[in-house]
């Protein structure tokens, strides 16, 4: 059965007599008036004032009698039923948290089992083709393609390998356009075929292009 953080109302509606007994509203010898005032008072229907009044007599914390009403019999089992139904509330309340939390978790295994599955598939399906791997090259000063844009290069038209990347200084241009101005000191991440290197070179200017990776 779903617990919830709000115990019942007719269990509200004693713990709030209960309080009046703590606090001295109500004191030991008191009679609290019948099902008209109590209903009027809780906005809520005879029946649950009825619960209510009929688990603090179970309690010892009033009198119930027939034609006489309830009398405040002891102030200090109200303020043991008040404590515990405070303990209480505040355990559904972590329950109901701990219920969220574990939910939260379970998705966020969900997600993270989905994105390795999908990493994993990426990695089969790159480890077992030989075709393209990344490469690493630095524009050093003098190139053939120093303050030229990619796309008045055709880099990859000429050479057959894809700019994936261009790291300028500190920036990262994932995919950059065929605006992108290439300068001395940026750094190239090609994806091609080994056999593309040489034509790779020879664009760059073999001369004036540092090659910073190797294949794996």
């Known amino acids: 059965m779903r617990q919830t953080a709000n115990p019942p109302v007719y269990a509200q509606v004693a713990f709030d007599i209960a309080a009046k007994i703590v606090s001295g509203e109500l004191k030991e010898g008191d009679r609290f008036s019948g099902r008209s005032l109590l209903s009027s008072q809780y906005g809520v229907s005879f029946e649950t004032v009825r619960r209510a009044v009929g688990l603090l007599n179970d309690l010892g914390i009033v009198s119930v009698k027939n034609n006489i009403g309830s009398t405040v019999t002891s102030q200090k089992r109200a ?46 399906r790159f480890r077992s083709s030989d075709r393209f791997r990344t490469y690493e090259f630095i524009i050093q000063p003098g190139s ?73």
């Open 144 to 216: 053939l393609v120093e303050e030229k844009s990619i796309g008045d290069l055709q880099f990859r038209q000429q050479t057959g390998a894809t700019i994936v990347a261009v790291q300028k200084g500190e920036q990262l241009l994932l995919s950059p356009d065929p605006q992108t101005v290439l300068k001395a000191g940026d750094t190239l991440v090609l994806a091609c075929e080994l056999s593309h290197i040489d034509a790779v070179f020879s664009l760059l200017g073999k001369d004036h292009a540092d090659w910073q990776g190797t294949p794996e």
């Open 79 to 124: 303020a043991e039923y008040v404590e515990q139904y405070q303990a209480n509330r505040d355990l559904l309340a972590l329950k109901a948290k701990m219920r969220e939390l574990i939910a939260q978790r379970d998705a966020l295994n969900e997600e993270i089992k989905k994105t390795y599955g999908e990493i994993s598939e990426l990695w089969e």
